[in-house]
């Protein structure tokens, strides 16, 4: 049975320590499936290395617009903000690439707005990683299919694969949360990196989950 992980918007949150395998500075890919419940009053951030200087993250408005970057120096922050929303209540992949080129947000596989230049190394701390908790907030909503990669994937790798489960044996997998444990409060790196994942704050399982195999139905397109 399939499982995702339902967060409040309160306090919940999952969290990972420090590691070599996270501490990525070429290129970067992160990807999860988010529903979210609400939008937060400023920001939140999704996915995010660090505590209050992220040096990468996936983060989200209080319009639903999705924000992703890095840090490349001690308060030097590179990002951009989708022109596209999401929509509460529907499933949407989300994923942040930077190749050392330029960085690029993809919504359900689609490229938005124009990339932003940049090809500086990614700076690296020994804050831990977390989900849907942020500097301005926690975020509403639930998450499936959370994975970290050191490569930069391609645009054809991320359409195609977004609705497939991963061995974890892929080249350039750092993490990889399928979140379907179901019980208990630990996610599983299924990467081999033992980037074990602790659930607090009360974030519960679910069975609402992604659109992943023809197991889990048809994709719901989570974009307004």
Known sequence: ??????????????????????????????????????????????????????????????????????????????????????????????????????LRIYINGALQDTPVAETAAIDTNAAPLRLMNGEDGFADGTLDEVRIWNIARTAAQIAAFRFEELSGTESGLVLYWRLDEGTGTSDTDRSGNSNTGTIAGGATWSQNTAPIGASRGLPLMGVG
């Open 1 to 102: 049975m399939a499982f995702s992980v339902l967060f409040d918007g309160i306090n919940d949150e999952i969290t990972a320590a420090d590691s070599a395998s996270l501490d990525v500075s070429g290129s970067l890919t992160l990807e999860c499936w988010a529903n979210m419940d609400a939008f937060p009053g400023v920001w939140a951030d999704i996915i995010a290395k660090g505590t209050t200087d992220n040096v990468y993250q996936i983060a989200i408005n209080s319009s639903g617009a999705i924000n992703a970057g890095i840090q490349k120096a001690v308060n030097t922050f590179v990002a951009y903000t989708t022109t596209a929303t999401l929509s509460t209540g529907r499933w949407a992949h989300v994923a942040f690439v930077y190749n050392q080129v330029d």
